[in-house]
């Protein structure tokens, strides 16, 4: 990919998502109030995109072939019991991170 | 309690304690990957979404085209749509400043071989975090499961658009019983 193609990639994708930002302002900010059906969505995906991204991250996880995605599974896991207790994004993943990093280029 | 500027600043300090972390994991990476400073500058100024930064390196090295970009882009940064209506009332009148307000609304909890996991980390926390924060764990499940599902049938690189699709639909026919128990959990208050 050259230069430009770059620039050009990364106008695309600011642009896109500036244009995600505005829009529920420019279609919904008016005066009107927002549809029933709208405002059930709003409240329901965002749990289930969050679901969608956790997937997407491990999407190239080859559980059939070793290491079976271990490092996947204990560093995820280190994630959550360490947010479960004590709920402090930074240590989360850092903690999390710091694992992986570690079974990936050292263990296996 | 009256909110200062002193007050709002103490709030967003874990914040950006997370984003100094990320932001240099983001440039270490681009820098990897061969792209510098200016790089790791410009999008961050310009697209201002961290995990859609870490994306877009992987479709700036992988030699994605236009509309894929356009597309992932899409599906990745979709939920800022639903950030936006969720602050509609409250950015009504803030004026001069409300263009910036919309611009940098962001997931907010943020809150070399390895690094990208701290991506995956970062959407574990969310997930995380949003569990705890719901008795209702259909609508979390509901988009897990498809997207599962999806993956296994569409392979990697296209399942993301029939998961989105899928999970748009089963929420949309979940809507009864979903108000159902909102009307059931305020009868029993």
């Given at each position: 990919m050259t230069e430009f193609q770059g620039i050009l990639m990364v106008a695309v994708i600011a642009g896109v998502t500036a244009f995600l930002r505005f829009i529920p302002f420019l279609v919904f900010g008016g005066k009107k109030k927002t549809p029933p059906y709208i405002t059930y969505l709003s409240g329901?995906?965002?749990?289930?995109i969050m679901g969608m991204l956790v997937v997407y991250c491990l999407k190239n996880v080859n559980l059939l072939a070793p290491p079976h995605g271990i490092c996947e599974l204990l560093g995820?896991?280190?994630?959550?019991?360490l947010h479960?207790?004590?709920?402090?994004?930074?240590?989360?993943?850092?903690?999390?991170?710091?694992?992986?990093?570690?079974?990936?280029?050292?263990?296996? | 309690m009256k909110i200062t500027g002193k007050y709002a600043f103490r709030q967003s300090l874990p914040v950006m304690a997370g984003y100094l972390v990320l932001g240099m994991g983001f440039g270490v990476l681009l820098e990897t990957k061969g792209?510098?400073?200016?790089?790791?500058?410009?999008?961050?100024?310009?697209?201002?979404?961290?995990?859609?930064?870490?994306?877009?390196?992987?479709?700036l090295t992988g030699g994605a085209s236009l509309i894929s970009a356009a597309l992932m882009t899409l599906m990745v940064n979709a939920r800022h749509l639903f950030y936006g209506?969720?602050?509609?009332?409250?950015?009504r009148d803030t004026g001069a400043a409300k263009p910036y307000l919309i611009f940098s609304l962001t997931d907010e909890t943020y809150n070399t071989e390895g690094i990208e996991f701290a991506m995956t980390a970062l959407f574990l926390v969310v997930f995380t975090e949003q569990w705890k924060s719901t008795k209702n764990h259909i609508s979390a499940v509901t988009g897990v499961a498809a997207s599962v599902v999806c993956l296994v049938i569409f392979g990697p690189d296209r399942f993301v658009i029939p998961a989105m699709a899928a999970?748009?639909?089963?929420?949309?026919?979940?809507?009864g019983c979903f108000e159902k128990k909102e009307k059931a959990g305020q009868k029993n208050d």
């Open positions: 329901v995906l965002p749990y289930a995820g896991g280190i994630v959550v019991l479960l207790w004590r709920r402090n994004t930074l240590l989360s993943i850092a903690g999390g991170t710091v694992i992986y990093m570690f079974l990936v280029q050292v263990v296996f | 792209y510098g400073v200016f790089w790791a500058l410009a999008m961050s100024l310009f697209i201002y979404a961290g995990s859609m930064q870490y994306v877009a390196i992987d479709l209506i969720s602050m509609i009332e409250r950015y999970i748009t639909v089963l929420l949309t026919l979940m809507r």
